[in-house]
DNA sequence: GATGAATGAGGATTCATTCAT
DNA sequence: CATGAATGAATCCTCATTCAT
């Protein structure tokens, strides 16, 4: 039960997090590859400095300082550059520390590292999360995406539920399926919540304390033995 | 501890929910007052069935059988006839069976109808549910209606979980309000999740199974006493 | 036998010669009305000026003295406006003279008469049929629209050859279908081959004596009797 | 009277089939020759598929499985190569079968074989065709190709019609140049309506019959003699 | 000679909002 | 109050051609 976080993709099993239809070739050239990241680069502040719909084409390329003719010589059009945006950004969302999760016995602890894992992941690419989740509710390619790396999670989670039942660690009352979709839920909307509102007037938050909250009311909700 | 969601605006405790500043005055005539609610009415069903942003304003006067200038007679902008069609809304979203809720001295049993209540009420509304959750995502004036909403009934239930606290019925390490943040997330996400997405291929749940599910974590979670 | 050209629509029985899924409501104001019709005559001169390629929206904006908007009010693009062109060039295509075509006995006189009434046509609206041409060479609506108009010309043709044959007034060796098809494109090419081509160095040539040439082929061609 | 259609180049007298002006000089090298006709046969095969105006350079080099800059190396620019398609096609265009005529006395057979002749050769090569007949519609160098040709062929005729007529073998009162020139329309306009256009429900015509009818038609119109 | 990245002018189209009738 | 025509700023995108490597 190692990822915890449904409606998101971090631990993504998959090599690419996005849809490869939306990728192209690889620039042949050197120049052409340094172009193309200039342009994911100038995007990605683009987009978090002005939100995706009111992000123009021309300030992306007027930020990479480069025509806009070279745009579409690797992107298609602004879906396609976000693409770019989030296949990037895996490569920092993927588990980063998951090694140090302790490959432990005592399941809470696994709990906790994962969830803590997750959480400091979502609170770096805070901007960028905040960001699919308005492209996810405006554009309906990302809407699907988005929901199929929520269900990915959501299932990872429910068999370690399930699992947990078995050896007896669990409340067996609980549909594993459902219990993975609200858990996972809380985690995922608790760091959007916390990390990815450009907050007006948000007083900051304890960050240990988010994790041992989540993670004591997983386990809690669960009725993980031994937690007095 | 009657609300349960945050995110959302079930149960406000306020006269309108939408901000009056975005409502305009009565108009005078009934005549008018009719055109009025024919053109919520259009709004509401333009909205619901191609979302805010490709929603155009002469889809809803054609919706509505009537001229583009009549809208302006009653609406300054997109903005302000979607701030409309909430305000309608709130009439069913308003605790519609909170009477039904037995002032018990059950916890368990005052959550599970409160519980109960919001999801019904949800599903009732899932599109337009969906609809502010994309509103949110791009317009601030309503990103900041949902953050003040959802804080609101995070807070109201943290006193509820504080409340419990004292009284011995809850896991005294828990801050009330991060606890109350996390559950209230739980619920309003799988509410949005379940009901409000046009699931492509989503098969449809047991309802009871979804209160009975958020309910138990919810009072795992809690640690409420004496459920076995 | 009253029409002789393919690959043409004079004298179309139809109500509109263009397709009616391109033409949309009729202004209701009549404002509407007249801003309209200025827009298709500024229409027609642009694209007699400068072909239909190089006609852009905006220079027939400009020759209409409107706004971009205002063409979008009532043409969907370029190919709409060029319907409606055509369907105003329609009225006076339509047999404007077969009224003087005298119904006798005689098929030569009544062959004349057609084809000096197309002809006639033909030349009038000389620049708006070598744009014809240079649209179906382009856009397949308006090469579908030629060649069905085409078609039913040759069709008609075919059956007054089949009704002379029978009557003994033709060649019985000719298939009235094909030998219709080669002297309907003959007419209806060389009246673009004189009248539509912007002649660099073309000499006038004699009206007369085109009808002349090409009746006389025809019923040559056919062995109309009694010309010796 | 060898040749019989007009507004097309079967049976040039001309060297060269296209404007010399258009054409640059050979490649050096070998490997520069092959690379030249392989672009070439990808710019055939381009047009033929998108037509002159949808086709891009990029996607006959890429067809041609080179470089854009080496387009540039031996062609300077669309028309360029849409030239050296038609000096290639040139070839299979020239009379392939004219020394199959007969040089026989008999007018009729002579022009049998030669309307023949020419609508194998238009069957043959009916896209470029179509293709030519398009871009003379839009490209004002092509254009004037068309004509001049067209206009080289009628005179020819012409000389032969005006010979028949001399030798008592064709109807005195017709114009040679009008006659020639609808003759000519109508035998390359049939090959075009039957051939070139990609027919959406055309029904295959009977090769044999298309040749008869319009020899028929041509000797009937003329008024040969001896064919009762 | 070959390559393919860079350029950027140019045109179509949308739609919220105004205002004359 | 109702009507619906008029407006035009604002952007996206294409692709022939050039030129540094």
Not at 13 to 39: I, K
Not at 73 to 79: A, G, R, V
Request: hydrophobic fraction near 40%; glycine fraction near 6%; proline fraction near 5%.
């Amino acid at each position: 039960m190692a990822s915890i976080a449904s409606d998101d993709w971090e631990g993504s099993p998959l090599p690419s997090m996005v849809n490869p239809a939306l990728l192209r070739d690889t620039p042949a050239t050197e120049r052409g590859a340094r172009r193309r990241s200039e342009l994911v680069a100038a995007a990605r502040k683009v987009f978090e400095r002005s939100g995706y719909l009111d992000a123009r084409l021309t300030d992306i390329t007027k930020e990479a300082k480069c025509s806009t003719g070279s745009f579409y010589t690797y992107f298609k059009n602004k879906e396609e550059v976000f693409a770019a945006v989030l296949e990037v950004a895996q490569q920092d969302m993927l588990h980063p520390g998951m090694d140090r999760v302790p490959d432990s016995d005592d399941p809470y602890a696994v709990l906790e590292a994962s969830n803590r894992a997750y959480l400091e992941a979502y609170r770096r690419n805070a901007k960028l999360m905040a960001l699919l989740e308005q492209v996810a509710n405006v554009d309906p390619t990302f809407r699907e995406l988005r929901r199929r790396r929520g269900e990915a999670f959501i299932h990872r989670n429910a068999r370690g539920i399930a699992d947990l039942q078995k050896r007896g660690y669990a409340d067996p009352d609980l549909d594993p399926m459902l219990a993975s979709r609200a858990l996972s839920s809380m985690v995922s909307r608790v760091a959007f919540s916390l990390f990815a509102r450009s907050g007006s007037g948000r007083e900051p938050v304890d960050f240990e304390q988010v994790v041992f909250t989540v993670t004591r009311i997983w386990a809690n909700g669960l009725r993980f033995p031994g937690h007095a």
